[in-house]
């Protein structure tokens, strides 16, 4: 699971929950500090030095603007104090100390937000691409695997895809790498475009892809890759397919990938067999019926 930022980016779940505890104890510590500030404070003691954890945990959980929040809120937390204890001149608050106070509280929120910000930014660049496939921008296969047992654990129907490019190695060798990776970024993004944003598309081998689709019956999914085909097609690329769905075809990853890795291998033969005018899709279940209702 993840949660969605306001820049677009996703937070895991897990850090999210992180960052709302921060805010909850930094919450918590302000009242908890002003109260023992009430009751312990005296000249030279310094309590109001432990207003820099709240802050700290503000500028941790939220950047660099919540952090410098965080710290006028200290300042005026610590203001309240002086006023409020009998054993402190309200004198103190119109002084140089408690501008420097300020500034130090406010200063020292800001860096540690700005820290702690950049930090997220590039943990979360090293997160993507470590599930990113470097050509197509597709999920890896480790990713895609994660995301395939994800599905597993949930017990609800889904389908898998596999697909391989069609004379791959031929593109490779007459028209160069260069060529067969234009072809491939070229592939992964009509697919990730034809599909929706509840289906997780892969590059899982070289010219090998698989998407996990939410469709749950034969019919959805074998018509989803007549779809996928279509759209390949009218751009010049050749792929065939295969498909499983779930629990029908198998309820592990083994047997789902050993059935879409079946259909495909059977899809293959076939149009080894037959030259590109001969290659025709085949009609759904759901269209026989349809063609039997109408000639009968």
């Given at each position: 699971?993840?949660?969605a930022?306001d820049?677009?980016q996703?937070?895991?779940?897990?850090?999210?929950?992180?960052?709302?505890?921060?805010?909850?104890?930094?919450?918590?510590?302000?009242?908890?500090?002003?109260?023992?500030?009430?009751?312990?404070e005296k000249?030279?003691l310094?309590?109001?030095?432990?207003?820099?954890?709240?802050?700290?945990?503000?500028?941790?959980?939220?950047?660099?603007?919540?952090?410098?929040?965080?710290?006028?809120?200290?300042a005026?937390?610590?203001?309240?104090g002086i006023?409020?204890?009998?054993?402190?001149?309200?004198s103190?608050?119109?002084?140089?100390?408690?501008?420097?106070?300020?500034?130090?509280?406010?200063?020292?929120?800001?860096?540690v937000?700005?820290?702690?910000?950049?930090?997220?930014?590039?943990?979360?660049?090293?997160r993507?691409?470590?599930?990113?496939?470097?050509?197509?921008?597709?999920?890896?296969?480790?990713?895609?695997?994660?995301?395939?047992?994800t599905?597993?654990?949930?017990?609800?129907?889904?389908?898998?895809?596999?697909?391989?490019?069609?004379s791959?190695?031929?593109?490779?060798?007459?028209?160069g790498?260069?060529v067969?990776?234009?072809?491939?970024?070229?592939a992964?993004q009509?697919l990730?475009s034809?599909?929706?944003?509840d289906?997780q598309?892969?590059r899982?081998?070289?010219?090998?892809?698989?998407?996990?689709?939410?469709?749950s019956s034969?019919?959805?999914?074998?018509?989803?890759?007549s779809?996928?085909?279509?759209?390949?097609?009218d751009?010049?690329?050749?792929?065939?397919?295969?498909w499983?769905?779930?629990?029908?075809?198998?309820?592990?990853s083994?047997?789902?990938?050993?059935a879409?890795?079946?259909?495909?291998?059977?899809?293959?033969?076939i149009?080894?067999?037959?030259?590109?005018?001969?290659?025709v899709a085949?009609?759904?279940?759901?269209?026989?019926?349809?063609?039997?209702?109408?000639t009968?």
């Open positions: 699971m993840a949660a930022r820049d677009g996703t937070v895991p779940a897990a850090v999210s929950h992180q960052r709302a505890s921060l805010l909850v104890s930094a919450a918590a510590l302000y009242p908890v500090i002003l109260a023992a500030f009430l009751l312990f000249p030279g310094g309590l109001g030095h432990f207003y820099y954890v709240p802050v700290a945990l503000i500028a941790l959980a939220e950047g660099a603007a919540w952090g410098a929040t965080a710290g006028v809120a200290a005026g937390f610590y203001t309240v006023l409020i204890n009998p054993h402190l001149a309200s103190q608050v119109l002084t140089a100390g408690s501008i420097v106070r300020l500034i130090t509280y406010t200063s020292m929120g800001a860096l937000g700005w820290f702690a910000s950049n930090h997220r930014d590039l943990s979360n660049r090293l993507i691409a470590s599930e990113r496939d470097h050509l197509t921008g597709l999920l890896n296969t480790r990713a895609f695997d994660a995301a395939l047992t599905r597993l654990e949930q017990r609800r129907p889904f389908g898998l895809i596999l697909a391989d490019l069609d791959m190695k031929e593109i490779n060798d007459t028209e790498h260069a067969g990776n234009d072809v491939l970024r070229h992964g009509l990730a034809q599909c929706g944003p289906e598309v892969a899982i081998g070289g010219d090998e892809f698989a998407v996990i689709t939410s469709q034969s019919d959805a999914v074998r018509g989803l890759c779809r996928l085909s279509a759209a390949l097609v751009s010049g690329i050749s792929m065939s397919f295969g499983g769905v779930c629990p029908r075809d198998g309820d592990t083994l047997l789902l990938f050993r879409a890795d079946e259909r495909l291998y059977a899809q293959k033969l149009r080894s067999r037959l030259t590109s005018a001969e290659i085949m009609p759904t279940q759901t269209e026989r019926l349809a063609r039997r209702t109408h009968a």
